[in-house]
């Protein structure tokens, strides 16, 4: 398994309240991801990160920021949870982009906001 | 932009039966594709990926992929199903315009049963 670890990988939390989640890489892949997963919709990116500190909007993006102080890692902060924040994300990691690239994903942090 | 469909979003096989997973894709450019599992609370791990060197891709686990560009079809499938194969699977494609992120099907859940 690619070095991806998630944390926290559970976490309850109250509406309104500030969330980050992080996520740490081991292999040094310049490409880092955030996805969540809702059922119904696969997965879908929100944000996504090309280098320390350059960083830009996937799809679904609006109530999350992102940064990136190091290479190794990727923090995703929920500045005011909402209930529709409910999900499970997953980080992901890639060396490249490019037709034969794939990416490789950690193991998820499912966030529940009451 | 580039979509997929997954045309089934569940599947039920008995142990021993073949594996057919259907995946169609539309896109402007000559995608590159990919089939991704995720098992129970795990994290999702690539089964194969098409990159344009051959139409019928062979992955992990005995599964394989055919890329068929008159039909946009990359359907999954896998001669002989296992218990083990039990999971969702996932078809994703990546875009080849801007920052080629991949775009996921919704899933398609596997049951095998007995």
């Known amino acids: 398994d690619a070095g991806i670890t998630q944390s926290p990988r559970h976490k309850v939390t109250e509406t309104g309240t500030p969330v980050t989640l992080r996520c740490h890489q081991t292999?040094?892949?310049?490409?880092m991801y955030w996805y969540r997963q809702d059922p119904g919709h696969g997965l879908r990116l929100i944000h996504y990160?090309?280098?320390?500190?350059?960083?830009d909007k996937g799809e679904v993006s609006d109530g999350y920021s992102v940064s990136r102080s190091k290479t190794e890692d990727f923090l995703l902060t929920l500045e005011s949870a909402t209930s529709s924040q409910t999900s499970v994300y997953f980080c992901?990691?890639?060396?490249?982009?490019?037709?034969?690239?794939?990416?490789?994903f950690g193991q998820g942090t499912r966030l529940t906001v009451v | 932009a580039q979509s997929v469909t997954q045309l089934d979003s569940h599947v039920s096989v008995s142990e021993g039966t073949p594996v057919l997973l259907r995946c169609n894709y539309s896109?402007?450019?000559?995608?590159?594709l990919f089939w991704y599992v995720q098992h129970p609370n795990k994290g999702l791990q690539l089964l194969l990926k098409?990159?344009?060197?051959?139409?019928l891709v062979k992955g992990i686990n005995g599964f394989e992929a055919e890329f068929k560009k008159s039909e946009t079809s990359f359907h999954l499938t896998k001669p002989s199903a296992h218990m083990s194969d039990a999971a969702e699977y996932f078809c994703?494609?990546?875009?080849?315009?801007?920052?080629?992120?991949?775009?996921f099907g919704t899933g398609t859940r596997l049951l095998v049963s007995p």
């Open positions: 992901a990691i890639s060396e490249r982009i490019g037709e034969n690239t794939e990416a490789f």
């Open positions: 292999e040094n892949h310049r490409y």
């Open positions: 990160s090309y280098g320390v500190k350059d960083t």
């Open positions: 896109s402007s450019y000559s995608p590159s």
């Open positions: 098409y990159t344009s060197a051959a139409t």
């Open positions: 994703v494609v990546r875009e080849n315009t801007g920052f080629q992120k991949l775009v």
